[in-house]
């Protein structure tokens, strides 16, 4: 079993929806990444937490610490959304443990 | 600020060649680290440092190497390509060991 999971793998809205991606890990962490990967592959940083919330014009992120579990929720979901979103572990020390990644397709 | 750059985009190298990927930042972050990304797995870690003159093996560092002569440029390695080394490849640095920057990435096919 992944240390870091995220669900679902793939993921296709209509423009408008509300959006939820989770993570779930099984490791201690100091903090959790979410990441948004476009097509043409940069990666960019949306969100650091380690408790709470945080949001950012249309994205939201929350943490449970106690239940190990992140969530990225994306609200009135563009066309433009449409990217890989990958969460990521921070363990402390150097190491980083980084989900899979979830692709989403927001459909005009 | 042009944040942390790599080159080349893209590169197509046959088995036994070697080749260096670039990585540098104008950020002054002490810390650096390669990645390379397979299709469906997450990225794994290959190598990073702390500082200049200082580096450590990551998750998945054979068939590499790297070196830190100066704060901002963190060159990756690769000797004797093989064909699982054929990944997209980032480099990434940040402040302390938590938000990273990553560069845009390094397309590399071995055949």
């Known amino acids: 079993k992944n240390e870091v999971e995220q669900s679902p793998q793939n993921l296709t809205a209509q423009e408008g929806e509300f959006i939820t991606i989770n993570c779930s890990y099984s490791?201690?962490?100091?903090?959790l990444h979410w990441l948004q990967q476009h097509p043409g592959g940069g990666i960019v940083s949306l969100f650091m937490?380690?408790?709470g919330k945080k949001k950012h014009g249309r994205l939201i992120a929350t943490i449970n610490i106690q239940e190990k579990h992140s969530s990225l929720h994306i609200t009135a979901s563009h066309p433009r959304d449409s990217a890989v979103y990958i969460c990521a572990v921070h363990t402390g020390g150097f190491k980083t443990i980084f989900g899979a990644g979830t692709r989403l397709f927001v459909k005009a | 600020n042009a944040g942390v750059t790599q080159t080349p985009k893209f590169r197509i190298l046959k088995i036994g060649q070697s080749m260096t990927l670039q990585c540098a930042q104008d950020m002054n972050h002490n810390y650096m680290y390669w990645y390379r990304q397979d299709p469906g797995m997450g990225l794994k870690l290959i190598y990073y440092?702390?500082?200049?003159?200082?580096?450590d093996k990551g998750e998945v560092p054979n068939g590499y190497n790297v070196s830190r002569s100066t704060t901002e440029d963190f060159p990756l390695r690769l000797e004797l390509a093989a064909p699982s080394q054929t990944s997209v490849y980032f480099c990434?640095?940040?402040?302390?060991?938590?938000?990273?920057?990553f560069g845009p990435g390094t397309r590399l096919t071995v055949l």
């Open positions: 490791v201690g962490i100091s903090a």
């Open positions: 937490l380690s408790s």
């Open positions: 990434a640095s940040s402040w302390d060991y938590n938000e990273q920057f």
């Open positions: 440092s702390v500082g200049a003159g200082i580096t």
